[in-house]
């Protein structure tokens, strides 16, 4: 039986905590979690869930997964589209990214990051995917694009 819908926001936070350290570590920065920034045109403040102490890095984290059936979480695919948008709002001189928890079952060749990435690369304009395995602490950056703040 799935766990209740309530448990998914302490996942999340817990995720974002993890995410916070592991690119700290990667990027060499400090990372503060559900910082402000004015987006748009009136701007208007929209918390991101992971800004660096110096700015260069914004980010939004999603700790999803496959469906117990090895399906597509079709919905939460909506979710991390959004995520792209809010960050598209930011300067292209900053590091955007997404940052997915590494996922992958036995139904499945690719990670759950993997299959986001080939579905909807055509919609990221310059937004990064990145994609962290909780148990090792490894961070891999999906794709060929190339950023001078990447490490």
Not at 44 to 52: G, P
Request: glycine share 8%.
């Amino acid at each position: 039986m799935p766990e209740p819908n309530s448990k998914n926001t302490v996942k999340g936070k817990s995720f974002q905590t993890i995410a916070a350290e592991v690119l700290g570590q990667h990027f060499l920065v400090g990372f503060q979690t559900e910082h402000p920034i004015p987006i748009g045109n009136l701007p208007k403040n929209h918390k991101f869930d992971l800004v660096s102490d110096n700015g260069n890095y914004i980010g939004e984290c999603k700790n999803y997964s496959w469906t117990e059936g090895g399906n597509v979480p079709s919905a939460k695919m909506g979710f991390i589209n959004e995520a792209v948008f809010y960050l598209q709002h930011i300067s292209t001189d900053k590091f955007r990214f997404v940052v997915l928890r590494r996922d992958i079952d036995n139904k499945h060749t690719e990670t759950l990051a993997d299959y986001y990435y080939r579905t909807n690369k055509h919609l990221l304009n310059g937004v990064f995917v990145i994609e962290i395995d909780v148990l090792t602490k490894s961070v891999r950056i999906l794709g060929d694009q190339d950023f001078s703040l990447k490490r």
